[in-house]
């Protein structure tokens, strides 16, 4: 009943870590006992775990046995035989490698029931009745049950439709208490752009499930658990589940939703749900519940994040992450958060069950928490916290023998999970108290819980308002827009909004004699056909032939400057472009048709064209091999359904060399064309290096022509050139 310093805590902890880590080994069956050796095994095979992850992700995706026996023994041919497995299962790989091509469907029909097998550990039958009897069978250890229908995010409605189905279903099934849903397996195509509208369609879906859970036969509810997939999903899936559980039909209704300590952004979020909550309650509304696990989605967030240049949201180190996690239940486990949010603790690492007892202990909570463990992988530590009077809920995928293919994912993140170095699920197969695993397990719960006192949980990614400094490096890819941020999302309606506020203008060339003589006509919104959003004065050929001529004076004095005068005036054009980033989508999009997604990465795209040019000629220059000298004039002339970075790309690597540019654009974009032109000259380009024409084909024949031209840069086919 004392009250322990954070030292005693650590001490406590640490402590009763090493009694749960003796106990559940006691307490394991004769099968995972076995289990565990053959993982202990696997941990120290690198090739035993490579060809485990890829047997696992290619032979249930087969159903026809000749395929599976082929690539069954690809896979032997990378890795060989795994010499971490039991001598039987090396003899019939032997057997496989050697005779598998005389009965290959037959064969292969044994190794996919073999994988089928080895998969039952982690896995549910999918198949209702096979799924009633083991939850039966799971539920009489003295457990509940968490089922989670296996499947990947969908992309069509049928698919979505089905299932939606399959949720039902369970639902129905006796002795499933608990479900896991994931939006994205509910609803198709849903698009942080489109936030609204998929907000919408998520909440229209949770609906349907929420009334399923709700009118039971025996007049209870049963518990509707909202997963939390990737970070893109975070803002719509808590929005979604908030918004449906405020309207009245569900006011009496728990349900649930999982928050990932390895994102900073969950704290923010976790306050806002317990706000709610709290807010909840007194309009007489129940308690929900909150699973905090650790997160699973680590490598996609990272490719995501390097593909788009976005910082990863999650935090750095796994260090950092069981420090967000502590803090997290240190949060969540207070009588007043309890009593509005009930909390699963989901983790296998003893340190963090132990530092979890320990604070219900001295916090004197008698309900509200619980543990949480996946099916197949905690065994005796679930006995141990039953024996301890808590309860357990273990969290368990089903999927039916016809879909194993489904289960791809989850098997081989199972997979990596386990054999991640620095997972304690890796050393605990054969870790003893007071061994070198154990003790690195605990110095990590030690540094953990000081590294919490001092964590940064702030959100990584920046918005588009966010302060940026002027970007003056060697090259690097200009990130696109994260549209995850509702301030990104709201930086650009308000560029869109302007764009479709603007009064009508009148676009023309650089070079004009007469106004008079140039031929109006009209432009073209393909979002609103019927509207003329700004007017066109076509150039003369005596306009055509002006501009030659001032880019021939102009060419001498321009191709005299400094190479690193011209490279630099290339990086002022990119940053004039990444402060215009929001009107020129607005104006692809205007102009062009464009998406936003497609539109945003061409600004990108045209970013890096000014700033490798720049950083490329720079080496260049400063190698003495080389000697270069300029061409003379170039003509750009662009394609129109890459109306910006194309034509950008064009003039800047025609001006950084020392030639002068006359840009030509398609004549369906030339209003974003013109918005180029105009940043390159308030970069501060000298009158008449870079010209704008926009001209019919037959007037701007010279440009093609005239002995004055020296190169044409074009994109397009064969026609196009002739």
Same mark, same amino acid.
């Given at each position: 009943?004392?009250?322990?310093?954070?030292?005693?805590?650590?001490?406590?902890?640490?402590?009763?870590?090493?009694?749960?880590?003796?106990?559940?080994?006691?307490?394991?069956?004769?099968?995972?006992?076995?289990?565990?050796?053959?993982?202990?095994?696997?941990?120290?095979?690198?090739?035993?775990?490579?060809?485990?992850?890829?047997?696992?992700?290619?032979?249930?995706?087969?159903?026809?046995?000749?395929?599976?026996?082929?690539?069954?023994?690809?896979?032997?041919?990378?890795?060989?035989?795994?010499?971490?497995?039991?001598?039987?299962?090396?003899?019939?790989?032997?057997? +496989?490698?050697? #005779?598998?091509?005389?009965?290959?469907?037959?064969?292969?029909?044994?190794? $996919? /029931?073999?994988?089928?097998? /080895?998969?039952?550990?982690?896995?549910?039958?999918?198949? $209702?009745?096979?799924?009633?009897?083991?939850?039966?069978?799971?539920?009489?250890?003295?457990?509940?049950?968490?089922?989670?229908?296996?499947?990947?995010?969908?992309?069509?409605?049928?698919?979505?439709?089905?299932?939606?189905?399959?949720?039902?279903?369970?639902?129905?099934?006796?002795?499933?208490?608990?479900?896991?849903?994931?939006?994205?397996?509910?609803?198709?195509?849903?698009?942080?752009?489109?936030?609204?509208?998929?907000?919408?369609?998520?909440?229209?879906?949770?609906?349907?499930?929420?009334?399923?859970?709700?009118?039971?036969?025996?007049?209870?509810?049963?518990?509707?658990?909202?997963?939390?997939?990737?970070?893109?999903?975070?803002?719509?899936? @808590?929005?979604?589940?908030?918004?449906?559980?405020?309207?009245?039909?569900?006011?009496?209704?728990?349900?649930?939703?999982?928050?990932?300590?390895?994102?900073?952004?969950?704290?923010?979020?976790?306050?806002?749900? +317990?706000?709610?909550?709290?807010?909840?309650?007194?309009?007489?509304?129940?308690?929900?519940?909150? $699973?905090?696990?650790?997160?699973?989605?680590?490598?996609?967030?990272?490719?995501?994040?390097?593909?788009?240049?976005?910082?990863?949201?999650?935090?750095?180190?796994?260090?950092?992450?069981?420090?967000?996690?502590?803090?997290?239940?240190?949060?969540?486990?207070?009588?007043?958060?309890?009593?509005?949010?009930?909390?699963?603790?989901?983790?296998? =690492?003893? #340190?963090?069950?132990?530092? !979890?007892?320990?604070?219900?202990?001295?916090?004197?909570?008698?309900?509200?928490?619980?543990?949480?463990?996946?099916?197949?992988?905690?065994?005796?530590?679930?006995?141990?916290?039953?024996?301890?009077?808590?309860?357990?809920?273990?969290?368990?995928?089903?999927?039916?023998?016809?879909?194993?293919?489904?289960?791809?994912?989850?098997?081989?993140?199972?997979?990596?999970?386990?054999?991640?170095?620095?997972?304690?699920?890796?050393?605990?197969?054969?870790?003893?108290?007071?061994?070198?695993?154990?003790?690195?397990?605990?110095?990590? #719960?030690?540094?953990?819980?000081?590294?919490?006192?001092?964590?940064?949980?702030?959100?990584?990614?920046?918005?588009?308002?966010?302060?940026?400094?002027?970007?003056?490096?060697? #090259?690097?890819? /200009?990130?696109?827009?994260?549209?995850?941020?509702?301030?990104?999302?709201?930086?650009?309606?308000?560029?869109?909004?302007?764009?479709?506020?603007?009064?009508?203008?009148?676009?023309?060339?650089?070079?004009?004699?007469?106004?008079?003589?140039?031929?109006?006509?009209?432009?073209?919104?393909?979002?609103?056909?019927?509207?003329?959003? @700004?007017?066109?004065?076509?150039?003369?050929?005596?306009?055509?032939?002006?501009?030659?001529?001032?880019?021939?004076?102009?060419?001498?004095?321009?191709?005299? +400057?400094?190479?690193?005068?011209?490279?630099?005036?290339?990086?002022?054009?990119?940053?004039?472009?990444?402060?215009?980033?929001?009107?020129?989508? !607005?104006?692809?999009?205007?102009?062009?048709?464009?998406?936003?997604?497609?539109?945003?990465?061409?600004?990108?795209?045209?970013?890096?064209?000014?700033?490798? @040019?720049?950083?490329? @000629?720079?080496?260049?220059?400063?190698?003495?091999?080389?000697?270069?000298?300029?061409?003379?004039?170039?003509?750009?002339?662009?394609?129109? =359904?890459?109306?910006?970075?194309?034509?950008?790309?064009?003039?800047?690597?025609?001006?950084?060399?020392?030639?002068? !540019?006359?840009?030509?654009?398609?004549?369906?974009?030339?209003?974003?064309?013109?918005?180029?032109?105009?940043?390159?000259?308030?970069?501060?380009?000298?009158?008449?290096?870079?010209?704008?024409?926009?001209?019919?084909? /037959?007037?701007?024949?010279?440009?093609?022509?005239?002995?004055?031209?020296?190169?044409?840069?074009?994109?397009?086919?064969?026609?196009?050139?002739?």
């Amino acid at each position: 009943e004392m009250q322990l310093n954070p030292s005693q805590v650590n001490q406590a902890a640490s402590m009763i870590a090493g009694l749960c880590l003796t106990l559940s080994k006691h307490l394991e069956t004769r099968g995972e006992r076995k289990q565990s050796q053959q993982l202990s095994q696997l941990m120290n095979d690198d090739l035993g775990q490579l060809f485990s992850t890829l047997l696992t992700d290619r032979v249930p995706r087969l159903s026809d046995g000749s395929d599976v026996t082929k690539q069954a023994q690809n896979v032997l041919s990378t890795t060989g035989i795994p010499s971490s497995m039991p001598f039987l299962d090396q003899c019939q790989l032997m057997g +496989l490698k050697l #005779f598998g091509g005389v009965a290959p469907k037959v064969i292969g029909k044994a190794v $996919r /029931e073999r994988i089928r097998k /080895e998969a039952q550990t982690f896995l549910m039958p999918g198949e $209702r009745t096979l799924l009633a009897s083991g939850v039966k069978d799971l539920k009489a250890g003295g457990v509940q049950v968490n089922v989670n229908q296996l499947g990947e995010e969908v992309l069509g409605d049928k698919e979505a439709q089905r299932h939606m189905d399959a949720y039902l279903e369970l639902l129905k099934t006796p002795g499933v208490d608990t479900i896991s849903v994931k939006t994205s397996s509910v609803c198709a195509q849903l698009s942080v752009l489109a936030f609204e509208t998929s907000l919408k369609r998520v909440c229209t879906a949770l609906r349907v499930l929420y009334r399923a859970a709700m009118n039971q036969d025996n007049g209870g509810s049963k518990l509707v658990m909202l997963d939390m997939e990737a970070y893109r999903d975070l803002e719509l899936t @808590y929005q979604a589940f908030t918004q449906v559980l405020d309207e009245p039909e569900f006011r009496n209704l728990t349900a649930g939703i999982v928050l990932q300590a390895y994102l900073p952004d969950s704290h923010d979020v976790h306050e806002r749900l +317990l706000r709610w909550a709290t807010q909840r309650k007194t309009q007489g509304g129940a308690a929900v519940q909150l $699973r905090l696990v650790k997160g699973a989605n680590l490598a996609v967030e990272r490719i995501e994040s390097a593909i788009a240049g976005w910082a990863v949201p999650i935090l750095p180190s796994k260090v950092d992450v069981d420090a967000s996690f502590k803090l997290m239940v240190e949060r969540a486990m207070t009588q007043e958060s309890l009593a509005i949010v009930h909390l699963g603790i989901a983790s296998h =690492n003893l #340190f963090d069950v132990a530092y !979890a007892l320990c604070l219900a202990k001295q916090r004197r909570i008698q309900s509200g928490v619980h543990f949480e463990v996946l099916s197949g992988m905690a065994g005796g530590l679930s006995r141990v916290l039953l024996g301890l009077g808590c309860e357990v809920l273990v969290y368990s995928p089903a999927v039916a023998d016809a879909n194993l293919h489904a289960a791809v994912a989850y098997l081989v993140r199972r997979l990596d999970e386990n054999t991640a170095d620095q997972n304690f699920l890796r050393h605990s197969f054969d870790m003893e108290v007071g061994d070198e695993a154990w003790k690195s397990q605990e110095a990590g #719960f030690l540094e953990s819980r000081k590294r919490s006192l001092k964590l940064d949980v702030t959100r990584r990614r920046k918005s588009r308002l966010d302060p940026h400094a002027t970007v003056d490096r060697p #090259f690097q890819n /200009e990130p696109d827009t994260d549209f995850t941020l509702g301030d990104n999302r709201r930086w650009l309606h308000e560029y869109i909004r302007n764009q479709s506020d603007a009064k009508v203008t009148t676009i023309q060339s650089t070079v004009v004699k007469d106004v008079h003589q140039c031929v109006q006509v009209e432009g073209f919104d393909p979002s609103k056909p019927n509207t003329v959003p @700004y007017y066109v004065k076509l150039a003369t050929s005596a306009d055509i032939d002006q501009t030659l001529e001032t880019a021939q004076v102009t060419l001498n004095e321009w191709s005299a +400057l400094p190479p690193h005068s011209r490279s630099d005036y290339l990086r002022r054009i990119a940053q004039g472009v990444r402060d215009a980033r929001g009107q020129l989508i !607005a104006a692809l999009m205007m102009d062009g048709g464009k998406a936003v997604i497609d539109a945003d990465s061409e600004i990108s795209e045209a970013i890096d064209f000014c700033t490798y @040019y720049a950083d490329r @000629y720079d080496r260049m220059m400063a190698n003495q091999h080389f000697q270069m000298s300029p061409r003379g004039i170039a003509v750009i002339t662009p394609p129109w =359904n890459f109306p910006f970075a194309i034509p950008l790309g064009g003039v800047v690597a025609a001006l950084v060399t020392g030639n002068t !540019a006359i840009l030509k654009p398609a004549p369906e974009t030339p209003y974003v064309a013109r918005q180029l032109v105009d940043i390159c000259l308030e970069a501060g380009l000298p009158p008449g290096v870079l010209q704008f024409v926009v001209a019919t084909d /037959e007037v701007a024949t010279p440009l093609i022509t005239d002995h004055r031209v020296q190169t044409v840069v074009l994109t397009g086919a064969t026609s196009t050139a002739q």
